[in-house]
């Protein structure tokens, strides 16, 4: 369920497996039809895609979006006794609700920022005049698509953030209760898990990219692209997360009575303190999800399976040697409003380059394949090393042309410099 480049790649992957001999993806895109026959029902029409699945015999439902999870649709699919990979509603509020997320953390010594929740806007800004420390994080309590983070390196930059979210001008609904953070030093690194509701398995870490510009510069954005794996997340590193964070996450979920069941998208930063968590997701990163499942080397429909069913196995979570790099290609315009409808030529030529494509935001009109997003495309490649795989990807990238293509330049090389400074 879902129509971006994270739904392409689960598609992509879930073909490999020997056991799956139909896919169906609602709604999909262009891209996603190569693999699976794409059904026009919505995201968020639980009733219809239960049906659906109920009427062709489904065996396994995996929701991609953040939006149906939150809202529930393991839960429609589940008391019609069908199998989906994705958490209930009530363990989703881990991303569904920042404000949760963090007193969780709190109750039970998770690390994460030191934060505070508001709901009354004199009481948020009287709180900020009081701060000494800035930058400070500002965040949208509820789902805000990957953007309602802003960081305010002032006074009163933080207080027209606050305001402008308490009183729902931006982020719409999203911002009408906000988290205020301390702002933590450090470097980023995402690391999405299998879970089923006890077990939580890690798969290789990853690094996204927000900003829409080179050297992490101008607006947030869905993400321009991700690496995996990421230099900073050491096994050591690895390590510390699995026993301070994922394994902790997963027992507190469980005491709460919200056992934890899918992909679990924990979002850290690696500080001088150790690693701490910037915010937990309840699905599959994107656009780490393209550089993190073409990297995989089991079965991914029976891993899933495993989870829904309680018993994942560790050893059935295997991986590729080698690094991949994913570089998002976006329409002119975007984080803001954007153009479509522009031909999208060189798809062929960035595959035969050795790079795999997902597409995000793409429809096919007259046999061409033209844009239909912010986010277009996810031009993938792997390699032995980091610089190899960045290399490749480039290529391909600059085989792909359409009017008013943007995309980031310097995809990976946090990566590459962490690893020559280690040498």
Not at 81 to 93: E, S, T
Not at 102 to 121: Q, R, S
Not at 259 to 267: E, I, N
Not at 353 to 369: L, S
Request: hydrophobic letters at 40%; one cysteine or more.
């Amino acid at each position: 369920v879902g129509s971006g480049g994270r739904e392409h790649a689960i598609a992509w992957s879930v073909a490999k497996s020997p056991k799956v001999d139909k896919i169906y993806c609602a709604p999909g895109n262009a891209g996603i039809s190569e693999y699976a026959e794409c059904v026009p029902i919505g995201a968020m029409e639980f009733e219809k895609l239960a049906d659906f699945a109920g009427e062709h015999d489904v065996d396994l439902t995996i929701i991609g979006m953040d939006d149906p999870l939150v809202g529930g649709v393991v839960d429609v699919f589940e008391a019609r006794g069908l199998k989906v990979f994705g958490p209930r509603k009530n363990a989703a509020i881990l991303e569904g609700s920042k404000a949760f997320s963090k007193d969780l953390m709190k109750k039970y010594n998770i690390p994460t920022a030191a934060y505070e929740v508001f709901t009354d806007e004199d009481k948020a800004v009287e709180y900020l005049k009081n701060n000494r420390k800035y930058p400070i994080v500002i965040k949208a309590d509820g789902l805000a698509a990957g953007k309602g983070v802003i960081i305010a390196q002032s006074e009163e930059e933080a207080i027209d953030t606050v305001k402008d979210m308490l009183e729902g001008h931006s982020f719409g609904g999203a911002g009408r209760s906000v988290v205020i953070e301390e702002f933590m030093e450090g470097e980023e690194a995402s690391v999405l898990c299998f879970c089923d509701g006890t077990h939580v398995v890690p798969m290789v870490s990853s690094q996204d990219h927000k900003r829409i510009f080179d050297n992490d510069k101008g607006p947030n954005t869905g993400g321009m692209g991700a690496y995996a794996p990421a230099p900073v997340m050491t096994d050591e590193m690895m390590d510390e997360v699995k026993v301070k964070i994922l394994r902790p996450i997963m027992a507190a979920m469980k005491k709460e009575g919200y056992p934890f069941k899918g992909c679990l998208y924990a979002g850290l930063m690696i500080t001088d303190e150790g690693p701490k968590v910037v915010e937990f997701n309840c699905r599959f990163g994107d656009p780490e999800t393209e550089a993190v499942l073409p990297l995989f080397d089991g079965d991914l429909a029976q891993v899933m399976l495993e989870c829904v069913h309680g018993n994942l196995k560790k050893e059935d979570v295997k991986w590729k040697k080698g690094c991949a790099v994913d570089v998002v290609m976006a329409s002119e315009g975007y984080p803001g409003s954007h153009s479509s409808g522009e031909i999208i030529s060189g798809l062929d030529e960035a595959e035969k380059a050795g790079c795999i494509v997902f597409h995000a935001g793409t429809v096919k009109k007259n046999g061409k394949y033209v844009v239909n997003g912010g986010r277009v495309l996810n031009v993938v490649a792997l390699a032995p090393t980091l610089e190899e795989a960045k290399a490749k990807a480039y290529e391909g990238v600059s085989k792909i042309h359409w009017q008013g293509v943007q995309y980031r330049h310097d995809i990976a090389d946090k990566g590459i410099r962490h690893l020559k400074a280690k040498e």
